[in-house]
């Protein structure tokens, strides 16, 4: 084993790895949106878009 074929192999191997992660998050991503829209269209909805009860004060 050569010191280049090494190297190569290390960044092409971390290469992988990062496109891996990115394909990883883009699928998870699309996925989540899925069920948030399914969950909306089912009527539940998320907490932060509902309207204040009224003031804490």
């Known amino acids: 084993m050569t010191h280049p074929f090494y190297v190569l192999g290390s ?3 971390a290469a992988i790895m990062i496109l ?3 394909a990883w998050t883009w699928i998870d991503g699309r996925l989540r949106r899925r069920e948030l829209a399914a969950l909306e269209a089912s009527g539940i909805r998320r907490r932060s878009q509902r309207k204040p009860e ?3 004060k």
């Open 54 to 56: 009224g003031d804490a």
């Open 11 to 13: 960044y092409g191997f």
């Open 20 to 22: 891996a992660i990115i």
